[in-house]
């Protein structure tokens, strides 16, 4: 994009490839879209008319053209309408993200066009900034390939239009001679036309293409062949904003949306991160040493696997900086590189526990998952955001591990259950679903025992048992508070239950909080003055009931307050 080069190969290389790809530079730089067209539209969308939306995408051309090597050039002419203040503060500036190891883009213009029929011309390199996403810093982690590119529209009113053309070079696809895209047909605005068109190679064509959750019948398709090349489109009318819904999962991976791809089966994508994966799990003298040294005395296959999942998840620390050069974000360190540095990020983490346990005669592997809503499985693609390790059980099942978290009991966090997930393994493996667990494996079970004195004085004690994802959640955050920060979270909970109310002591089992080998019990003493509400005749006594206090559902459970969904509800957010 925009300026990881100089401006001379820019220019060299938008020549060569527009030349190519779309039969001349100088079209697809002025864009797809007409003006006095986009005009016309304009002035007949009105506020009245669109009472819920803050802005209307008028138009919408996407013209991308792939190579058989999986490289791709991709230009996208958009126009929308600003109708509100909230409107124009969400395109007061345009971003791109891209990482910058696979792909570069840019602005190539930005214009505003005015309701009086001048237009403004944005001067792209005075607005314009490009950075390092700092957003990945807060998971310690750091890839200084992730690029966040932003132009500013601080002269942008209510009733302008605003018109940019990008371009996106992809000189690197994720997994060799191959391409995936994915595009919405729905948004949260209003969209009058939007066409999305893919220029493909008759050597590399679309061998997967899928419409899913389609709201109309209104999609029209198109396919032509030309010069040894097909070319499909996909556009798309009139289309209503869809309203957001408590804890929906992201919107993009519910709404009516496009999914296109060459890759002919998740088996394909198994054998790449496998190969991808495989030479970084040779294990070192020192990581041998270890594993004879966690397996002593221990014969059982559970216990043997849970010492040795247990030293990666408590030793090696979850941070990391991405460095590689054949898939970055992708490709793992080198499994003995992490033991000996003791830390990494999740693929790192994945890989070497994958190496462990391998070493320890289990039969591991890594595995992409995806953390979140679960993956279209009719269109095998690359994209995935987590990385995790999977041992094949003595009846042919997968265990799941995920060694990320630092203070966890569990194998297999309960917030991964119900996700896509792909085991990489050299004969290949096609994608499965991870499994839920019973909500009984999850509970806080709270006991409060209590004494009224005569005076109206009450004296108690409560019990918090934390089980799996509660145990999770609540050990993660003591060991984040210090001791008196610790205190002061039970005690204000004291208080909101009981005016006046004090907490009198608190222990925690285990003491050590970092032992994951004893569950996570909280037990407090509390006292509170005067807590009849008295008339002379009746006393009302309202009890403490601690389970409004404590508990992970207490984090999900006061969204869900709609009787009908469109979207599913997520709880693992």
Request: aromatic content about 10%; charged content about 25%.
């Amino acid at each position: 994009m925009k300026s990881l080069f100089s401006k001379l190969f820019l220019t060299l290389t938008a020549v060569l490839l527009t030349a190519c790809l779309f039969g001349g530079e100088n079209d697809s730089h002025q864009g797809f879209l007409s003006e006095d067209a986009l005009r016309k539209t304009a002035s007949t969308v009105v506020a009245q008319n669109y009472p819920n939306a803050d802005d209307v995408l008028l138009d919408d051309i996407i013209k991308v053209a792939y190579q058989a090597d999986g490289t791709s050039l991709t230009w996208d002419d958009t126009a929308v309408k600003i109708l509100t203040d909230k409107g124009r503060e969400k395109y007061r500036t345009l971003y791109l993200g891209f990482n910058a190891a696979y792909s570069r883009e840019e602005f190539v213009f930005v214009h505003i066009l005015r309701p009086d029929g001048t237009r403004l011309d944005i001067d792209i390199a005075a607005h314009q900034q490009l950075a390092t996403d700092v957003s990945q810093m807060g998971s310690n982690i750091y890839d200084p390939n992730n690029k966040d590119l932003q132009v500013t529209l601080p002269e942008l009113e209510i009733g302008d239009v605003v018109r940019y053309l990008t371009r996106e070079e992809v000189f690197k696809p994720r997994v060799p001679n191959t391409f995936s895209d994915y595009q919405v047909l729905e948004g949260p605005s209003p969209i009058l036309h939007y066409s999305y068109e893919v220029d493909s190679p008759e050597a590399l064509p679309l061998r997967q293409v899928l419409v899913k959750d389609r709201i109309s019948d209104n999609i029209q398709t198109s396919e032509e062949h030309r010069d040894g090349r097909i070319i499909r489109r996909w556009e798309v009318s009139d289309v209503p904003q869809f309203f957001p819904e408590p804890e929906m999962p992201s919107w993009y991976t519910c709404v009516q949306r496009l999914l296109v791809s060459t890759i002919d089966s998740w088996e394909d994508v198994s054998r790449w991160y496998w190969k991808l994966s495989e030479p970084h799990l040779v294990a070192s003298e020192a990581m041998q040493a270890k594993v004879t040294e966690l397996l002593q005395g221990k014969s059982d296959f559970h216990e043997r696997l849970h010492a040795i999942f247990t030293f990666v998840s408590q030793n090696i620390r979850y941070m990391g900086i991405t460095v590689e050069t054949e898939a970055p974000g992708y490709e793992p360190h080198d499994a003995k590189d992490t033991f000996d540095r003791r830390h990494g990020v999740c693929r790192d983490k994945a890989a070497l526990l994958t190496a462990l346990l391998r070493q320890a005669g289990f039969q591991a592997y890594p595995v992409l998952i995806n953390a979140g809503p679960r993956i279209d499985q009719e269109v095998p693609k690359p994209f995935f955001n987590h990385a995790i390790t999977a041992v094949v059980m003595p009846d042919g099942s997968f265990q799941l591990m995920d060694s990320t978290n630092e203070t966890t009991r569990d194998l297999f966090p309960a917030y991964l259950g119900n996700c896509s997930y792909l085991v990489a393994m050299p004969e290949g493996e096609t994608l499965h679903v991870s499994p839920s667990e019973p909500y009984d494996r999850h509970l806080a079970v709270i006991t409060t025992n209590g004494h009224l004195s005569a005076d109206g004085s009450l004296l108690g004690e409560c019990c918090l048992q934390m089980r799996g994802i509660n145990d999770n959640a609540y050990r993660g955050m003591l060991l984040r508070r210090s001791p008196a920060q610790r205190r002061d979270f039970f005690e204000n909970a004291v208080k909101r239950l009981l005016p006046g109310g004090m907490l009198t002591d608190i222990t925690f089992q285990p003491a050590e909080l970092a032992d994951t080998s004893i569950p996570l019990t909280i037990t407090f003493g509390f006292s509170a003055p005067d807590i009849l509400t008295d008339d002379g005749k009746t006393a009302l006594l309202t009890v403490p009931c601690f389970s409004e206090q404590f508990g992970y559902v207490l984090f999900t459970m006061g969204e869900a307050n709609l009787r009908k969904r469109r979207f599913p509800f997520e709880t693992t957010t």
